[in-house]
């Protein structure tokens, strides 16, 4: 505001005495212009009574040229007055009236003469005087001097002037000049102090402007002095009870914050209340200080009065687009402006992102605090810095016990081998998250099962500084684990004496089934003597469900064995038609009942195969009984070896008899599934293991089965196997 | 041409029942048939005589059937002999296989055993 250094409008009078634009500093500025205005002042001044009576009485010559050179001297001195060089100005202007009474002496030399020439000498005091005013202290005593110095001259260059003519006067002029050059010398300090302090002062303003400028803290600058002479009115009042009173009478400081002119503030205010500029700012500081601000105004106030500086106070400043920010504000009096208060510099310090910190910091602390998993901070060497409350609860150690000492010296069981805590360390120090199970110790020296994982806390270049435990007392699981270790291997044990069981029992009912079927097959082939109708038909019923039963028998076996996983196929080489010629009397069985059952073997098969005969029999063997079972008399069914392509081959078995209804055809294969609701069921019991035990074994062999059925015209269930040629021996 | 021909079998088999029934389905595929019940036994009587076919169960007392087999195809004599296995075991049935010329799992149909033998018969 007071910065304009040129005003636009220049009255004639200013225009005319104003300091060359070069010149910057203030006092020379003020110097030239005074000079100035001097000059011209005086020139109309001095010079024109003399003029005229110049020219009204006898104008000679050296009165002409005595007046003309003082105009020339004068005039010169002026223009330098205006120029960037004004000191030149006064230099003149003092050599001008320095020499004027000399030149006096010889233009009026009549006037002048004898005992007169003190008239004309006297004129020097006035003019040192003058110059005290004009030219700078330093150079005053060069003044004082060369008019002493004259004194002494003047004699020898004036003829009919004696030294104690002049003498009279000098006394004078050295007594005056003596005081004058005491007086620059004076002044002359006082300049300088002056100079020095206002250059000080500049500097100081200018460092402070440019850290008040600079500053990243938003920083304001305001004028306080309506509160000041608030509080001086109630310091008098109240007996500078001021603390007490103000915050006791809320009323006191009504209208204060209003009061308050804001003259500055620095451009991290302005980013920081988001104001455009600093007029903006100032038009909405009702905005900015919410009614919490105001207390902390009242606050800072009370503090200032005290004579506390930078007292920090908290509160709440809103920006210009309404957001609520934590501030640090804290008032200090401007040096220089104590009394007044009319500069008071605010600091506002943004601790918004602090404050939700801090608050997100509690809230991760209290749920450590009340983690039900134990928590221990350590530095890098494992040294206890924080454990919480679960941790005390877990292990008996209280947390002062802990603090400062190594995990591994409290906690460490010694239960796994000396490289497994090797490897832990060696995990932790190289920085990666370590988690596992371990088994530690507790302070009753107990132990217990942990679940552990160790992760490093870094700070903000990335170091590691800490090592943070997440524990949990898995004692319970580890016991039901063990627990449920032992079930499990208990039912495996049980589930093998169950297959050993069912394999002993199939094992033992075979041999006597074996010897049942073979005594009624002998009695059938009339072995023993030739039957009558009634006595065949008693023996083949007795055959049949003797062959029924060691079928389930035999696929019981089968499906426990599938059910302990304990098949293992060992591939060997095999002759195709041995699959047939294993089949068991059933074959002849059912050939007696009057089925047509023809076997092929396609003569392309290799001489040898690589197979599981005994499994494949298996297989073969369920399709047949699964066809002789759904065939009528004088059905048909055919077994069929075929080579399939040079990858694969297969075992084919057809009948003609009632076939598998579509929607059956899905789940024939599964366990104890056979086709429901059938009008022959009675006629067609069985385990509905066979079909189950076929697919199950046909996975094993990478094979495929293929089921083509009609109802009532039969079915034809093929097995597709991967074909390996055995090599010759 | 039918006197030159060895008939003679030799069924091994330690449970009397199942002894009845292989020697009665051998002897209808038209063998002569000696029945031994004891390994040891049945190891002296080889030393004696060459059969055409013999009918072993391997699990049997003193010496063990897969013995026996290993004894026969070891033996220069023997070797050519057919021999039809019978077992109760899944696995030995297997492990046996390729020794033996017919394996059959029991219990043995009398019909199964003798249709085979009369095969065999009619093919050595």
């Known amino acids: 505001m007071s910065t304009d250094k040129n005003t636009p409008q220049l009255n004639f009078w200013q225009r005319i005495t104003s300091a060359h634009p070069s010149i910057e500093s203030a006092t020379e500025r003020r110097f030239a212009s005074v000079l100035s205005m001097l000059l011209l002042a005086f020139l109309p001044l001095y010079f024109l009574p003399e003029s005229i009576r110049a020219i009204l009485e006898k104008h000679s010559l050296p009165d002409i040229l005595y007046l003309g050179s003082g105009v020339l001297f004068l005039t010169v001195a002026y223009v330098f007055s205006r120029s960037p060089y004004p000191r030149w100005g006064s230099r003149i202007t003092i050599l001008y009236f320095s020499l004027l009474p000399f030149a006096a002496l010889f233009v009026k030399a009549e006037r002048y003469a004898g005992d007169n020439v003190n008239e004309a000498l006297i004129w020097t005091i006035p003019v040192m005087l003058l110059a005290l005013t004009i030219v700078p202290p330093k150079q005053i005593k060069f003044v004082v001097f060369a008019h002493i110095g004259f004194y002494l001259i003047i004699p020898a260059l004036w003829d009919g002037l004696t030294h104690r003519q002049v003498f009279s006067t000098l006394w004078l002029v050295i007594a005056v000049g003596g005081l004058v050059i005491i007086s620059a010398y004076v002044q002359g300090r006082y300049l300088e102090q002056a100079r020095r302090e206002a250059k000080q002062n500049k500097i100081s303003e200018r460092r402070f402007r440019e850290i008040f400028l600079g500053s990243p803290v938003a920083l304001w600058e305001a004028d306080f002095s309506q509160i000041k002479i608030r509080l001086d009115s109630f310091a008098e009042k109240y007996d500078n009870e001021i603390r007490s009173y103000i915050l006791q009478n809320p009323e006191a400081m009504v209208g204060a914050g209003s009061s308050v002119v804001l003259l500055d503030a620095n451009n991290a205010a302005l980013d920081f209340y988001e104001a455009e500029d600093i007029e903006i700012l100032k038009k909405s500081l009702h905005v900015v200080v919410s009614p919490d601000a105001m207390l902390a105004l009242r606050d800072g106030v009370v503090e200032l009065w005290e004579g506390e500086k930078n007292k920090p106070i908290e509160t709440i400043h809103k920006t210009l687009t309404g957001k609520e920010r934590n501030v640090i504000v804290r008032f200090s009096l401007r040096a220089g402006y104590e009394d007044t208060w009319e500069r008071v510099n605010i600091s506002i310090d943004d601790v918004t992102e602090q404050r939700k910190a801090e608050v997100s910091i509690r809230q991760l602390a209290s749920a450590v605090e009340a983690s039900a998993s134990s928590i221990l901070i350590t530095d890098l060497d494992g040294r206890i810095e924080y454990v919480n409350p679960a941790f005390s609860l877990i292990t008996g150690y209280g947390e002062e016990e802990v603090i400062g000492q190594k995990v591994e010296d409290i906690q460490k069981s010694g239960e796994h081998p000396e490289e497994f805590y090797e490897t832990l360390n060696h995990i932790i120090e190289s920085g990666q998250v370590w988690k596992g199970e371990v088994v530690n110790r507790r302070k009753d020296g107990s132990l217990y099962w942990e679940s552990l994982v160790i992760s490093s806390v870094k700070n903000d270049d990335g170091e590691r500084t800490h090592r943070v435990q997440i524990k949990e007392d898995i004692t319970r699981r580890k016991e039901l684990e063990q627990a449920l270790a032992l079930a499990h291997e208990e039912a495996l044990v049980a589930s093998d004496m169950k297959t050993q069981l069912l394999a002993n029992v199939s094992h033992d009912m075979r041999t006597p089934l074996g010897a049942i079927l073979g005594y009624t097959e002998m009695l059938d082939a009339g072995v023993f003597a030739p039957l009558n109708a009634k006595q065949a038909e008693a023996t083949r019923a007795i055959a049949v469900n003797t062959q029924k039963l060691l079928d389930f028998v035999s696929n019981l076996l089968s499906q426990a064995q599938i059910d302990t996983g304990k098949i293992i196929l060992n591939p060997a080489a095999f002759v195709p038609q041995h699959l047939v010629d294993a089949l068991g009397g059933e074959l002849s069985l059912a050939r007696t009942q009057g089925l047509s059952i023809e076997t092929i073997i396609d003569p392309k098969l290799p001489e040898k195969i690589m197979g599981d005969s005994y499994w494949l029999g298996q297989i073969l063997h369920n399709l047949l009984s699964n066809a002789i079972k759904f065939t009528p008399q004088e059905g048909e069914i055919k077994i069929n070896l075929f080579k399939d392509n040079d990858i694969s081959w297969a075992l084919q078995v057809s009948d003609n008899g009632k076939g598998i209804p579509q929607e059956a055809q899905e789940y024939i294969f599964e366990s104890f599934r056979q086709v429901d609701g059938s009008p022959t069921r009675q006629a067609h019991t069985g385990s509905g293991l066979g079909l189950s035990i076929v697919s199950h074994l046909c996975r094993l062999m990478n094979g495929e089965i293929k089921l083509e059925s009609e109802e009532g015209k039969g079915s034809i269930f093929t097995i597709f196997l991967p074909l390996y040629e055995a090599e010759e021996r | ?124």
Request: glycine share 4%; no cysteine.
């Open chain 2, 1 to 124: 041409m039918m006197e030159e021909k060895n008939t003679l079998a030799l069924v091994i088999e330690d449970d009397p029942a199942q002894q009845e029934i292989f020697s009665h389905a051998i002897k209808s595929a038209g063998y002569d048939v000696e029945v031994i019940g004891k390994g040891n036994e049945a190891m002296q009587r080889l030393d004696e005589i060459t059969p055409a076919l013999v009918v072993l169960d391997l699990h049997l007392p003193s010496v063990s059937g897969d013995e026996i087999l290993r004894h026969i195809r070891a033996d220069e004599r023997l070797a050519t002999i057919s021999v039809i296995l019978a077992t109760a075991d899944p696995l030995l049935a297997e492990a046996l296989h390729a020794e033996s010329d017919l394996v059959l799992l029991k219990p043995i149909s009398f019909t199964q055993l003798r249709d085979l033998a009369m095969r065999l018969r009619s093919t050595t």
